[in-house]
């Protein structure tokens, strides 16, 4: 097939669905035309060593990258957030039109920010199939800083001709299928198709002496979060159920972010003296780290945009093999429930997380290793890179063959069941 793939980002900024999606759809055979903005997560600033203009154009086997200018100011708020995405759109108009004349299918990787530059596209395109890949919907309430909810309906707005429009809507968390059909999409034409890792680093690997240093103090149980300390994992959960087992387990905490001084304060507020921090580590360390600990845990607050997110942290803890203590609603404990791969409690509890702790220690290594097998088998049937080429692939055969608008017969998600 002739793929067109429409992405607000793409590496090398932190885009590793769309681009590893794009590299193996590639290495399929396909023929594969990216369009794309310049780098500039998340700080908002152009990448050093690059410079934004009309004709940059890079291609590989099968693999043609367009990037096209966008207002990038490093305005965090929703004026300069807009601002970028309206800019984005118009780029894309001016030069998609002809980038995707003859494609046979478009893909789109549809998070809030390319709802314009979707919806202008596909009223260009016109009778083209569409395949949208959406990892989450624009909450009902608009961002911080507006103050009439107007550009909040607009995006929602775009969002949902997008939706109406596709011949199908992948999303990356079961519960994200309800979110989509409330807000515009047909029943029939939704798929779940949940994200993978870096398989070529998150993958299982042994623990070297370096790790255990610097993951282990004695033989006690050590629970990691490895990852971002920020408002959406509410990390002192977690460093006051550690605390009530200050003699059973350790907790390690891998990373940093803009909640790490308060977690920090809580810990030492605390007497936590089971509580470690480790600074922020590459990705090519991570798998030794997770070896070195006995379970990796994933959390997330009890908001109701996150019940129906699943954090990659997950997945790669599952692709590594590692056993799971999940403080999470939703989809992310259902997802580790089901493969039983681990524990969980509802989020924001502690009482209830430190209990998890406690289970956790007392669970015998044997047990724990069968844990992360469970796991790791999961990962690889159901949320593993070839496994999810393989349903965008499909999705994008059937629109061809359907046409556009045109939903073929759903079959069951089967995998997520």
Not at 320 to 327: D, I, L
Request: glycine share 8%; proline share 7%.
């Amino acid at each position: 097939m002739r793929i067109g793939i429409l992405t607000y980002h793409f590496p090398p900024e932190p885009a590793f669905i769309p681009g590893s999606l794009a590299e193996e759809l590639a290495a399929r055979g396909h023929e594969v035309r990216v369009l794309t903005g310049f780098p500039d997560y998340p700080g908002g600033h152009v990448y050093p060593g690059w410079r934004q203009r009309w004709h940059h154009e890079t291609r590989s086997r099968g693999l043609t990258v367009r990037r096209v200018p966008r207002y990038s100011t490093g305005d965090a708020g929703v004026r300069g957030r807009v601002a970028s995405w309206l800019s984005f759109a118009g780029s894309a108009a001016l030069v998609g039109r002809r980038l995707f004349a003859d494609i046979d299918v478009l893909y789109v990787h549809q998070p809030p920010a390319a709802a314009f530059a979707s919806a202008t596209l596909l009223r260009l395109l016109g009778r083209k199939p569409v395949v949208l890949h959406v990892p989450d919907v624009w909450a009902e309430a608009g961002p911080d800083g507006t103050d009439d909810g107007r550009w909040a309906a607009r995006v929602r707005a775009a969002m949902t001709r997008t939706y109406r429009a596709a011949s199908a809507v992948a999303v990356t968390a079961p519960s994200l299928r309800d979110a989509v059909v409330a807000v515009g999409a047909d029943a029939d034409r939704v798929r779940v198709v949940l994200n993978w890792t870096d398989e070529r680093i998150f993958r299982p690997a042994a623990a070297s002496p370096a790790a255990r240093r610097l993951v282990r103090r004695d033989e006690r149980c050590v629970v990691m979060h490895a990852g971002t300390i920020g408002a959406r994992q509410g990390l002192e959960t977690a460093i006051r159920a550690a605390a009530a087992l200050d003699k059973t387990m350790d907790l390690v905490l891998v990373g940093s972010g803009a909640d790490e001084r308060r977690v920090r304060g809580l810990a030492a507020e605390l007497r936590a003296d089971n509580v470690r921090f480790v600074e922020r580590r590459s990705p090519l360390d991570m798998p030794e780290l997770f070896a070195a600990a006995d379970y990796q845990l994933v959390m997330l607050r009890d908001l109701p945009a996150l019940r129906s997110s699943v954090p990659g942290k997950l997945q790669a803890a599952l692709s590594c093999g590692a056993p799971v203590v999940a403080s999470a609603g939703g989809d992310t404990a259902a997802l580790v429930e089901r493969a039983r791969a681990g524990l969980s409690c509802p989020p924001e509890d502690w009482a209830s997380l430190a209990d998890r702790f406690w289970l956790a220690a007392h669970i015998p290594p044997p047990a724990r290793v069968e844990m992360g097998r469970r796991g790791r088998e999961a990962y690889l049937r159901d949320m593993s890179l070839p496994a999810g080429v393989d349903r965008i692939e499909q999705l994008l055969r059937e629109a061809v063959s359907t046409g556009p608008g045109r939903a073929a017969r759903r079959e069951p998600d089967s995998h997520i069941a």
